[in-house]
């Protein structure tokens, strides 16, 4: 077992029978690319922040051509077994998985032509002092492509159900043992403007992965999902039920948000 309760072997097992194996988050592999569409990073050198399982980093290596691939993440469990996961593919050359300290990062500046993050943020409490370790590490003209959730800033107006939704789902991912700090979409462009990055453009994602949070929903609700429940024991599953309805609520409604940023370091 991993002594954090973010990741248990249950947890680890029955989302990468949601998501897809190496993946750890809704969407898994098809989100990678729908995050990459209409950007070609073969040839590059890549960071992936908090790369989980390692599913990204072996698929930007495999699938889309990048030269390198430095996989990071602070928990030892994880990294472990995406290590184990590169080996396997054969791809020891092409990708490194590292364990960090939450922090700076160990890395020169401008090392890198491309940072990944894919609904890693949400966990960060000071998304500023990561956005800056960002731009320091991208080379000029690198780029940082991130995928991520997002609440709806306290001086909007939001509908009664959406709240409820939206706290009803977060409730339940605690239940669930995931804990998140999610913020407004305007508190990114703020921090990646604070921290010199650019916005070239985001992607309103809501809608797809409420699409994908149904289709999860209706997945763990039908006869295929014996292996998660076993997986994860009953009490564990009935809150990944729950906390997959909420979130498939609350993306509906619009009270928790989805979406892709591309911003770019232009000095």
Same mark, same amino acid.
């Given at each position: 077992? !991993?002594?954090?309760? =973010? &990741? ?7 989302? =990468?029978?949601?998501?897809? #194996? ?11 690319? =729908?995050? *990459?569409? %209409? ?17 990204? #980093? ?8 990048? #030269?390198?691939? +430095? ?6 469990? *994880? ?12 791809? @020891? ?5 590292? @364990? ?6 160990? /890395?020169?500046?401008?090392? /890198? ?5 894919? %609904? ?13 370790? !960002? ?8 780029? &940082? *492509?991130?995928?991520?959730? /997002? ?33 407004? @979409? ?5 921090? *990646?403007?604070?921290?010199?990055? +650019? ?6 994602? +809501? ?7 149904? @289709?999860?929903?209706?997945?763990? #609700? ?5 292996? !998660? ?7 564990? /599953? ?30």
């Amino acid at each position: 077992m !991993i002594n954090n309760t =973010q &990741y248990s072997d249950g947890v680890i097992a029955g989302m =990468q029978m949601l998501y897809g #194996a190496g993946f750890l988050s809704p969407g898994g592999p098809d989100e990678v690319g =729908q995050l *990459l569409s %209409d950007f070609d990073p073969a040839g590059m050198r890549v960071l992936d922040i908090g790369c989980g399982l390692g599913g990204c #980093a072996i698929m930007l290596v495999r699938d889309f051509g990048v #030269a390198h691939v +430095t996989g990071i993440d602070i928990e030892p469990e *994880l990294v472990a077994r995406a290590t184990s996961a590169v080996g396997d593919a054969g791809l @020891q050359a092409s990708v490194s998985i590292n @364990q960090v300290e939450p922090g700076s990062l160990p /890395f020169d500046e401008k090392s /890198f032509d491309l940072v990944v993050t894919k %609904d890693v943020i949400c966990h960060m409490p000071d998304k500023a002092a990561v956005f800056a370790e !960002i731009f320091r590490t991208l080379r000029p003209g690198g780029t &940082y *492509l991130c995928a991520d959730f /997002f609440n709806v800033g306290a001086h909007e107006d939001i509908p009664v159900d959406a709240k409820a939704s939206y706290d009803s789902y977060v409730e339940g991912m605690k239940a669930y043992g995931l804990s998140f700090i999610f913020e407004p @979409q305007f508190a990114y462009e703020s921090a *990646l403007a604070s921290a010199g990055l +650019t916005l070239h453009e985001f992607r309103d994602h +809501t809608a797809v992965s409420a699409d994908v949070a149904a @289709q999860e929903r209706s997945f763990l #609700a039908g006869a295929g999902s014996v292996s !998660i429940k076993e997986a994860l024991g009953d009490e564990r /599953f009935h809150a990944r039920i729950h906390a997959s309805t909420m979130r498939e609520k609350a993306l509906g409604a619009r009270g928790l948000l989805h979406g892709h940023i591309h911003a770019k370091r232009i000095d």
